[in-house]
């Protein structure tokens, strides 16, 4: 069974934000893109983040690999293509999130682009005639967010399961030159 790419499931968590395209028959109006100074929340929190974990609140096994082995270590059964998810926040509030774009030979390489905002723990982001809000937990560990979503996974058997998964993202640091 050929499991979904990590940018699929992503998109999964938000759902409305990459799928809703705009269309005028229908009445709906597309949210604006966020504009304005960044607050000093905001500044601290720009960076580049890096995407290093999603732990399940119950095993399940989406390897294809013919061995029943379900873990509740998500991340653990991606491949390095799939691991490879970037986001970008810019200090003029644009924003990117990147798949396969660090790992060699990335056959998924895909990327998004738009705008964000954080107030308080809820990041907002405005993209693709769409605007969704996630609540983000900055943790004791500093330069680490997380948050949580449940989705739909398919396991080897073929059986579709409601799971409750941690997003984990960690502030990517530059080099300092020497």
């Known amino acids: 069974m050929k499991k979904l790419n990590l940018i699929t499931k992503s998109l999964m968590v938000f759902g409305a934000l990459f799928m809703v395209s705009c269309n005028t028959d229908d009445g709906f109006t597309c949210p604006e893109p966020l504009v304005g100074e960044l607050s000093a929340d905001e500044t601290a929190f720009a960076g580049t983040w890096v995407f290093v974990g999603m732990e399940a609140d119950k095993a399940v096994d989406i390897t294809d690999d013919n061995i029943d082995n379900p873990s509740e270590d998500i991340y653990a059964q991606y491949s390095a293509c799939e691991r490879d998810l970037i986001y970008d926040f810019m ?58 979503s449940t989705l739909n996974f398919r396991d080897v058997s073929g059986s579709v399961k409601p799971v409750k998964v941690t997003f984990t993202y960690e502030r990517m640091v530059e080099a300092q030159p020497e």
């Open 91 to 148: 200090a003029n509030r644009n924003y990117s999130l990147k798949q396969g774009s660090s790992s060699a030979d990335c056959d998924n390489k895909d990327s998004l682009t738009g705008t964000w905002g954080l107030t308080g723990n809820t990041l907002t982001f405005v993209a693709n005639c769409a605007s969704q809000n996630i609540v983000i937990d900055m943790g004791a560990v500093e330069n680490v967010f997380t948050y949580e």
